[in-house]
């Protein structure tokens, strides 16, 4: 008997401590110990159970891999109904909102309110008794939804048993179940692989998963549960507010969103509304708007309900973000690389706050796919700066004479050729540098504002210059000479000069400009920032291993590829060596960022290997980081991997030495991450002790009017480079706005929120004092 006793005990404090990080990595978004750590105490506590079943409890975390088949799924009876809210579409409806409130309370001052993201996935409710998860249900028609008990039981998110010596006796809480962003792509790529049918979005996905009637299927699949409210409670006093209501909710275990703020007015509703739909992109999850709540529950009691919504709470939408339109036609475009680009034209259609006449197609892989065809009444999705693309047709909308897609054999610029490798999505023109899009795109790309910036310089001068034989790449327009270009139609001897005199002026300009200005396949402006912040000048960057360019931020393994190919390339590094010899100085630092080089370690090194095809298959990440801090090098690592088994360090499994020593023989593996790590002590030898905190870090600004002496982009890029961040609303949390000629709402409402107000000189001032030279910008 004390054997079993001590036995039961050791299961107890297993599931104790694994329920424990589950709430530190869920609830607090605070973990406890790497990923490893867990899933070894959790095969621990899997291996005792399977030894002796007696043990096992429904709130085990081992009891979250699904149950066998359901031939269908129950009917549950809402005991408080899951009602629908109405919709705020505009500032003005929220306005009239707030006045509703105020005057059916009789109060004058400003209301406190709950903002809260309104999720776009599947509204359930879970119900808890005595602090166990007894069912869960769907929202129905909101009186009426489905026992999913079984499947909302292998969602980590969703405690099985509540935290605490001494739950509700009865606790029924509502909330939301999404599909994140990042797992609904590694969803869809499994489907795909296996033949099986991918899902539109991630609302489909969420709610195809949780109403799957063999729940080992949801198991598999990467949803994530947050509570917004409370239905039931019995045995507790209930909270006085509806935000003390989520802190309790928190404090049971229950996860709720981070992004949830206690608002005081209208006003401040609308500059959370502002806010996070400028973050919408950003989030790994979908909203489509924001709901908010009158915090103090005497006063949502005493406003009641009208119909099946309550008076205390709307939702205020987003603009729609797809919508129906007819395809009339699709043009293919050539780029700068030769790559051909189908566009979709339009019936002219409002998407996202928008009108959309044109959107992408993707490729003709995607097209076939997707069986979309000229006259389709289609899907068009547009979110935030996101390109419009069309997402799918509508089939049973197609008319008669709908006609199919095809490729086209030739180039539509020049008539050259196609080609489209074996394997290869994109089709490309094999005409080179005889096909006028690429050539005069790639100049008109560089001599473009936001690139090299090139007064004068405009799309009808470059096809000029191209068409007259004077310049051919980029490199030859500092070749020009002012009496060829003033022979030029439409120029003069004071239009060429000007032109030469902006040539002049641009040789010197900061290299994340001259990294967009070149045309990188996949760079655009920021990752070109974060390449120069990271490496501090440009040699760095054009020798860089592939292994060093995955640790900088915004660079994936796609980007990474496309910037060692570029640069790899004997004609773009001759044009580069033109541009140089023609008195081209990228402005840089010369320092490496300290962050960046303190980011390149072994265990880097070894991951980014990984993903770049070295055959480290079933060895994780964690094992590669064990690794990496007990080996100083790659030849420390590599010595101990020649000694075979036995030679692994304390933590890694037995064999992961002799397949590491395979790996490092093949493929040249072990020279290609030697010399990563000597470039990497290369920066290291020439970066900064230390990071130094910039002046303006974790200020917002606001830039409004018209600057006389920079550009808007300049002043932004400054402000960057100094810490701050840009933002195109004014909020109480705004740190300063800058005020130019004619400045408008935003200098307003700057002023009646007391937010601190400067001049274009007293900016100019700041980037004096900081070494900032907007010329360079």
Same mark, same amino acid.
């Given at each position: 008997?004390?054997?079993?006793?001590?036995?039961?005990?050791?299961?107890?404090?297993?599931?104790?401590?694994?329920?424990?990080?589950?709430?530190?990595?869920?609830?607090?978004?605070?973990?406890?110990?790497?990923?490893?750590?867990?899933?070894?105490?959790?095969?621990?506590?899997?291996?005792?159970?399977?030894?002796?079943?007696?043990?096992?409890?429904?709130?085990?975390?081992?009891?979250?891999? $699904?149950?066998?088949?359901?031939?269908?799924?129950?009917? #549950?009876?809402?005991?408080?109904?899951?009602?629908?809210?109405?919709?705020?579409?505009?500032?003005?409806?929220?306005?009239?909102?707030?006045?509703?409130?105020?005057?059916?309370?009789?109060?004058?001052?400003?209301?406190? @309110?709950?903002?809260?993201?309104?999720?776009?996935?599947?509204?359930?409710?879970?119900?808890?008794?005595?602090?166990?998860?007894?069912? !869960?249900?769907?929202?129905?028609?909101?009186?009426?939804?489905?026992?999913?008990?079984?499947?909302?039981?292998?969602?980590?998110?969703? +405690?099985?048993?509540?935290?605490?010596?001494?739950?509700?006796?009865?606790?029924? #809480?509502?909330?939301?179940?999404?599909?994140?962003?990042?797992?609904?792509?590694?969803?869809?790529?499994?489907?795909?692989?296996?033949?099986?049918?991918?899902?539109?979005?991630?609302?489909?996905?969420?709610?195809?998963?949780?109403?799957?009637?063999?729940?080992?299927?949801?198991?598999?699949?990467?949803?994530?549960? @947050?509570?917004?409210?409370?239905?039931?409670?019995?045995?507790?006093?209930?909270?006085?507010?509806?935000?003390?209501?989520?802190?309790?909710?928190?404090?049971?275990?229950?996860?709720?969103? +981070?992004?949830?703020?206690?608002?005081?007015?209208?006003?401040?509703?609308?500059?959370?509304?502002?806010?996070?739909?400028?973050?919408?992109?950003?989030?790994? @999850?979908? %909203?489509?708007?924001?709901?908010?709540?009158?915090?103090?529950?005497?006063?949502?009691?005493?406003?009641?309900?009208?119909?099946?919504?309550?008076?205390?709470?709307?939702?205020?939408?987003? +603009?729609?973000?797809?919508?129906?339109?007819?395809?009339?036609?699709?043009?293919?475009?050539?780029?700068?690389?030769?790559?051909?680009?189908?566009?979709?034209?339009?019936?002219?259609?409002? #998407?996202?706050?928008?009108?959309?006449?044109?959107?992408?197609?993707?490729?003709?892989?995607?097209?076939?796919?997707?069986?979309?065809?000229?006259?389709?009444? #289609?899907?068009?999705?547009?979110?935030?700066?996101?390109? +419009?693309?069309?997402?799918?047709?509508?089939?049973?909308?197609?008319?008669?004479?709908?006609?199919?897609?095809?490729?086209?054999?030739?180039?539509?610029?020049?008539?050259?050729?196609?080609?489209?490798?074996?394997?290869?999505?994109?089709?490309?023109?094999?005409?080179?540098?005889?096909?006028?899009?690429?050539?005069?795109?790639? %100049?008109?790309?560089?001599?473009?504002?936001?690139?090299?910036?090139?007064?004068?310089?405009?799309?009808?001068?470059?096809?000029?210059?191209?068409?007259?034989?004077?310049?051919?790449?980029?490199?030859?327009?500092?070749?020009?000479?002012?009496?060829?270009?003033?022979?030029?139609?439409?120029?003069?001897?004071?239009?060429?000069?000007?032109?030469?005199?902006?040539?002049?002026?641009?040789?010197?300009?900061?290299?994340?400009?001259?990294?967009?200005?070149?045309?990188?396949?996949?760079?655009?402006?920021?990752?070109?920032?974060?390449?120069?912040?990271?490496?501090?000048?440009?040699?760095?960057?054009?020798?860089?291993?592939?292994?060093?360019?995955? !640790?900088?931020?915004?660079?994936?393994?796609?980007? !990474?590829?496309?910037?060692?190919?570029?640069?790899?390339?004997?004609?773009?590094?001759?044009?580069?060596?033109?541009?140089?010899?023609?008195?081209?100085?990228?402005?840089?630092?010369?320092?490496?960022?300290?962050?960046?080089?303190?980011?390149?370690?072994?265990?880097?090194?070894?991951?980014?290997?990984?993903?770049?095809?070295?055959?480290?298959? $079933?060895?994780?990440?964690?094992?590669?980081?064990?690794?990496?801090?007990?080996?100083?090098?790659?030849?420390?690592?590599?010595?101990?991997?020649?000694? $075979?088994?036995?030679?692994?360090?304390?933590?890694?499994?037995?064999?992961?030495?002799?397949?590491?020593?395979?790996?490092?023989?093949?493929?040249?593996?072990?020279?290609?991450?030697?010399?990563?790590?000597?470039?990497?002590?290369?920066?290291?030898?020439?970066?900064?002790?230390?990071?130094?905190?910039?002046?303006?870090?974790?200020?917002?600004?606001?830039?409004?009017?018209?600057?006389?002496?920079?550009?808007?982009?300049?002043?932004?890029?400054?402000?960057?480079?100094?810490?701050?961040?840009?933002?195109?609303?004014?909020?109480?949390?705004?740190?300063?706005?800058?005020?130019?000629?004619?400045?408008?709402?935003?200098?307003?409402?700057?002023?009646?929120?007391?937010?601190?107000?400067?001049?274009?000189?007293?900016?100019?001032?700041?980037?004096?004092?900081? $070494?900032?030279?907007?010329?360079?910008?």
């Amino acid at each position: 008997m004390p054997e079993t006793n001590d036995l039961s005990q050791k299961v107890q404090s297993l599931r104790d401590q694994l329920n424990n990080w589950s709430y530190r990595y869920y609830v607090l978004d605070d973990p406890a110990v790497p990923d490893a750590e867990y899933d070894r105490l959790y095969r621990e506590l899997k291996a005792l159970e399977e030894a002796h079943p007696e043990l096992v409890t429904a709130d085990s975390p081992t009891q979250r891999v $699904g149950d066998v088949p359901l031939d269908a799924f129950d009917q #549950v009876q809402h005991e408080v109904p899951m009602l629908s809210l109405d919709n705020a579409f505009d500032d003005d409806d929220l306005r009239a909102f707030d006045n509703r409130i105020r005057e059916r309370l009789d109060v004058s001052d400003t209301i406190a @309110y709950v903002a809260e993201p309104k999720l776009d996935g599947l509204a359930i409710s879970l119900l808890y008794e005595n602090g166990e998860l007894v069912r !869960a249900a769907t929202r129905g028609d909101g009186q009426t939804g489905e026992n999913i008990t079984v499947n909302a039981r292998t969602i980590r998110s969703v +405690p099985l048993k509540l935290r605490g010596d001494n739950p509700p006796a009865r606790l029924e #809480v509502r909330g939301e179940v999404v599909m994140p962003h990042g797992g609904f792509a590694e969803l869809n790529a499994r489907q795909e692989a296996a033949g099986q049918k991918v899902f539109a979005n991630p609302r489909n996905a969420a709610a195809g998963s949780l109403r799957q009637l063999d729940s080992r299927i949801t198991a598999e699949r990467p949803l994530e549960f @947050y509570a917004y409210s409370l239905a039931q409670l019995e045995g507790q006093p209930w909270p006085a507010t509806h935000s003390a209501i989520l802190d309790a909710l928190k404090h049971w275990g229950l996860r709720v969103n +981070p992004e949830i703020r206690v608002c005081e007015g209208v006003e401040a509703l609308l500059a959370f509304y502002h806010g996070i739909l400028d973050k919408r992109d950003k989030l790994d @999850y979908d %909203i489509d708007g924001v709901v908010y709540k009158v915090d103090r529950l005497d006063w949502q009691r005493d406003l009641g309900f009208v119909s099946r919504a309550p008076r205390w709470a709307i939702a205020h939408k987003f +603009p729609a973000q797809e919508e129906l339109t007819v395809l009339n036609g699709v043009d293919w475009q050539v780029g700068r690389t030769g790559a051909l680009t189908p566009v979709a034209r339009l019936e002219p259609v409002q #998407v996202g706050g928008v009108t959309v006449s044109n959107a992408t197609l993707h490729n003709i892989d995607e097209i076939r796919r997707l069986d979309i065809r000229v006259g389709d009444t #289609v899907v068009v999705y547009r979110a935030g700066d996101v390109i +419009p693309k069309v997402v799918r047709p509508i089939p049973e909308r197609r008319p008669a004479d709908a006609q199919t897609i095809s490729l086209p054999s030739n180039c539509p610029v020049c008539g050259s050729d196609i080609l489209r490798g074996d394997g290869e999505v994109v089709a490309r023109c094999t005409g080179g540098l005889i096909c006028g899009a690429q050539q005069r795109e790639a %100049i008109k790309h560089f001599a473009s504002r936001r690139a090299m910036d090139i007064d004068g310089l405009g799309d009808k001068l470059v096809d000029a210059l191209v068409d007259e034989g004077l310049i051919a790449t980029v490199a030859d327009l500092y070749r020009l000479e002012a009496a060829r270009v003033a022979g030029l139609e439409r120029m003069g001897e004071k239009s060429a000069d000007n032109l030469i005199a902006a040539l002049e002026t641009s040789k010197k300009v900061g290299l994340g400009r001259f990294l967009f200005a070149l045309g990188i396949l996949q760079i655009g402006e920021e990752t070109a920032k974060n390449l120069a912040d990271c490496f501090g000048d440009l040699d760095g960057i054009r020798h860089a291993s592939l292994l060093l360019l995955l !640790a900088v931020p915004d660079v994936g393994l796609e980007v !990474a590829r496309a910037i060692g190919a570029f640069f790899a390339e004997a004609d773009n590094e001759a044009v580069i060596d033109g541009l140089l010899a023609a008195g081209v100085t990228p402005q840089s630092s010369g320092q490496p960022s300290a962050a960046f080089v303190s980011s390149l370690t072994l265990a880097h090194l070894l991951k980014s290997a990984k993903r770049l095809g070295m055959d480290l298959e $079933g060895i994780g990440d964690k094992t590669l980081e064990t690794l990496g801090s007990h080996f100083a090098s790659v030849a420390a690592l590599s010595q101990a991997a020649a000694e $075979g088994a036995g030679a692994e360090p304390g933590g890694v499994r037995s064999g992961v030495m002799v397949q590491m020593a395979r790996a490092l023989a093949a493929d040249d593996w072990q020279a290609r991450l030697q010399q990563a790590e000597q470039q990497a002590a290369s920066l290291a030898a020439r970066a900064p002790a230390h990071t130094e905190s910039r002046p303006l870090e974790g200020q917002t600004w606001v830039l409004t009017g018209t600057l006389e002496s920079l550009t808007r982009d300049q002043a932004k890029q400054g402000l960057q480079q100094l810490g701050a961040k840009v933002a195109g609303s004014v909020s109480k949390n705004t740190a300063m706005v800058v005020a130019g000629a004619a400045a408008g709402s935003k200098l307003a409402k700057a002023e009646s929120l007391g937010v601190e107000v400067c001049d274009e000189a007293a900016l100019m001032s700041v980037f004096k004092e900081n $070494g900032i030279d907007p010329g360079a910008l």
